[in-house]
């Protein structure tokens, strides 16, 4: 019995392949892929990524091009798929696709989910912060109803062993007391478990690095990318990578088996 789960922020999903992705993934013995970043439309994806191997792809589009964008890759066919949490504003950015896979015994999803970055400026900030008041309740609500776990870009590092220089980077996006805080709260009681931690309470486990400087070889990184579950979820979480082998991206893949099956 075992889920294999990967998350991989793409930054293209273009790119991505050009760099390899397609190949690894089908090798990667996942039983779901979730992934962010598309930065492509349907008719681009259409015939050329909607599948990897034997894995169906399920996807939530930006309206806008080259932009944004998520997808789930499942082995099983999901039970349903849902796109959007019901924001207006986030839905048309492509943010949140859901693949569930419920039986007469239980109700599970698999959600990828792209949080938005505030790092151009004060006023994607603003909409990070709008974005973080509208899915908080919607993972709780949801978490009341069925088991989940959600993968995905969070853009934000939530603890100072999540990134390397954090001394230097408390005013800056991803890293400011506001975002940590709403995390933690998200966090605390267990309404969700952040896997990753529970497995490898290490330093230095980061998953992006800025192209900027010398970042990459010199592991100056951040850990952004999560898989938050419900707790009866978490405690099936067995093994923990972070795949460094190959760069696909400016992020890393994160997989995590689960000991239990669709």
């Not at 990667?28 to 169906?56: T, Y």
């Not at 290490?202 to 970042?215: D, I, K, V």
């Not at 592991?219 to 979820?233: C, S």
Request: hydrophobic share 40%.
């Amino acid at each position: 019995m075992a889920f294999r789960l990967v998350t991989l922020n793409l930054n293209g999903i273009r790119s991505a392949a050009s760099k390899g992705f397609l190949d690894w993934a089908a090798q990667a013995a996942a039983d779901c892929i979730g992934v962010q970043e598309v930065k492509a439309q349907a008719a681009d994806v259409s015939g050329r990524f909607d599948r990897i191997g034997d894995l169906q792809g399920h996807f939530h589009f930006a309206q806008k091009k080259g932009y944004s964008g998520v997808g789930l890759y499942t082995r099983q066919v999901p039970s349903a798929v849902v796109t959007g949490f019901g924001s207006d504003e986030f839905d048309a950015e492509g943010r949140y696709v859901e693949a569930r896979f419920d039986t007469h015994r239980r109700k599970f999803s698999v959600v990828s989910c792209y949080f938005p970055s505030g790092s151009s400026g004060p006023e994607r900030q603003e909409a990070k912060y709008r974005f973080l008041a509208q899915i908080g309740p919607h993972l709780r609500r949801l978490a009341a109803e069925r088991e989940f776990v959600l993968v995905g870009d969070v853009n934000i590092a939530h603890k100072e062993i999540d990134l390397k220089n954090w001394r230097s980077n408390q005013k800056n996006s991803g890293f400011l007391p506001e975002e940590r805080a709403w995390l933690t709260s998200l966090l605390e009681g267990d309404a969700l478990v952040d896997v990753f931690r529970r497995l490898n309470p290490l330093p230095e486990q980061y998953t992006w690095w800025s192209n900027r400087g010398q970042a990459w070889a010199k592991n100056v990184g951040w850990r952004l990318d999560y898989h938050l579950a419900t707790p009866g979820i978490a405690a099936r979480a067995r093994r923990e990578q972070i795949y460094l082998d190959q760069r696909f991206s400016d992020h890393a893949p994160v997989t995590i088996d689960y000991d239990f099956d669709l």
